[in-house]
Every structure is written in C-alpha cells, then in structure tokens.
C-alpha cells in the first residue's frame, strides 16, 4: 500500500519493516483485498469485516430414496475467522494530523517526523477454519447413526519485530458411526429389579486422519522454512452399558500412530489405550 514512498528514517520516510507497512500488507496478501485499496490501519472498520456462516441442509429427505433408508440425513457447512490484534504500546510523542489513525512521531536521532500510526503493534493474527468444510449427519432406519467430516484450518502471525509469519495449517478428516441398543438386559435375559432404568448398550467407532503443518516465511530473506509438521491417524472405540442408575460399564479402545513430516523435529511415534472403565454416579 506505500509502495512508492520514501524508505529512509534519516529523512522522515516510512520504514518498509514498521508495523505500519507490514500489517496492511499482511491483511491485504491474505485477505485478497487490492494492496492499493487496503486501509493503511491494524484495525478495520466494520464495512470490511466479513460475517461468519454456518449452512444447514435437510432438503435431500424429500427424495424417496433417502426417506426409504433414512430417519434423517443433514448436510452441513461452517465458517469462522477471527482477527487479533497482539500486544502493543503507544507512542507518547505521537501526534495526530486530523485522522484518527494517520500522524507522526519525532525521530529519536534526527528529530526528523516519522509517519506512523499511534500504537507500535508487535504481532497480528488471522485465525479461519471450516468446521466442516463438508459434512453429513444420518440416522438409518435401523438407529444406526453416521457422521463424517472434513475440516480446514490456518492460523497466521504475523511478528513485525522479526519480519516473519509463521503460518499453521491443519485439515482431519473424520468418520464415525454409532448405535444403541436398547434394554441389552433382556437380549442377554437378565432380568432387571430397578423400574425407570433402560439397560441401554451404546458403541461408537470413530477414525480420523489429520495432517499439520506449520511454516515460516521469513520476509525480508524471502525464504520459506518447514518447522513441523504431523501425520496422525486413530481408531478410537466405546462400548457403555448402563448397569443401574448409578453404574455405568464401559469399555475401550483407542488406537494411534503420528509420523512427523520434519524428521528433525520429532520422531515416530504410535499409542494404544485399552481397558474397562466403571462410572459410579453419587448424585441422587
């Protein structure tokens, strides 16, 4: 947004590493606004703030093939993006040219005026992620329920002090199913002395995929640095039986395995966790 404009400090000019040229230009370059038409400010009105979203469907249960098979089946979509402003201080010599964000400060060597908005901002955050990007959630005719999602994520920090972004990414993929099974007691014929009680069995099985990757882009240098990055998959499986008002028994099993994509910064690595779990409630 300043290209064109004096660099120097010695003769009042702008300081192309400043926060007050790198932040526009951030916004800009990962916003898609035209650099020529970004707002020379950290801190954007409200005309250029985009709302977040979040897409429901339904609409597929009118065809009957759907409803032959189906109880429900939704479609879903989301977004959420959020903007920080990080740590900062004022400027105690700043003054101010008419605009609430535009003015000057006196050069601390020269005595010089040096354009400059009145907060030295040390970083800034962009954070957006589809949660889901694409999703499903149904219900079978049998109460069998199925729901699959896959998620994108970025995180963007800008540190104008280092002249860096480090820039974080993350997209999982996730596909699970459960069902219950009501009054097991009496598939297994165990007769039950408590009244009010269903002796429900429910089993969930969930695998996921996730891969992260976090980057570096030194600006000044031009150059691009992967710091880490993870490859992870897991089957995760429950099965929960309610013994009596107070007692639940369960059982599980989680399995996973990450494989880092820096080999440098990590190595290897696969968890199992199995076992029975007992809930005892003590609320009357």
């Known amino acids: 947004p300043l290209a064109g404009k004096p660099y120097s400090r010695d003769n009042g000019g702008i300081n192309p590493s400043s926060p007050d040229v790198m932040i526009p230009a951030f916004l800009a370059a990962y916003t898609g606004i035209d650099a020529n038409n970004a707002a020379l400010?950290?801190?954007?009105?409200?005309?250029?703030?985009?709302?977040?979203w979040r897409i429901t469907y339904d609409g597929l249960m009118q065809i009957p093939l759907f409803k032959e098979h189906f109880k429900s089946f939704t479609l879903n979509h989301a977004y959420q993006c959020t903007y920080a402003v990080g740590s900062y201080s004022s400027f105690l010599n700043w003054m101010g040219t008419g605009d609430d964000y535009m003015g000057f400060t006196l050069d601390e060597l020269s005595g010089n005026p040096v354009p400059s908005s009145p907060y030295d901002i040390s970083s800034v955050t962009i954070s957006e992620r589809f949660a889901p990007l694409f999703g499903i959630n149904a219900t079978m005719k049998n109460n069998i329920t199925l729901r699959a999602e896959y998620n994108d994520s970025r995180v963007l920090t800008l540190n104008s002090g280092a002249g860096q972004v480090v820039e974080a990414t993350t997209s999982d993929i996730t596909v699970g199913a459960s069902y219950k099974i009501a009054n097991f007691n009496k598939i297994l014929k165990i007769g039950s002395k408590q009244t009010g009680v269903s002796n429900d069995l429910t089993l969930n099985a969930d695998f996921s995929w996730r891969n992260t990757i976090s980057l570096i882009r030194r600006i000044?240098?031009?150059y691009t640095q992967a710091t880490t990055g993870t490859r992870t998959w897991s089957i995760k499986a429950t099965a929960?039986?309610?013994?009596?008002?107070?007692?639940?028994l369960g059982l599980y099993f989680d399995h996973q395995v990450n494989t880092p994509l820096v080999s440098s910064s990590a190595y290897p690595v696969t968890n199992s966790n199995y076992g029975i779990s007992i809930q005892l409630s003590l609320v009357k």
């Open 41 to 52: 400010t950290a801190f954007p009105d409200m005309l250029s703030i985009l709302p977040n």
């Open 240 to 248: 929960n039986y309610i013994l009596s008002k107070r007692i639940t």
């Open 220 to 222: 000044d240098e031009n």
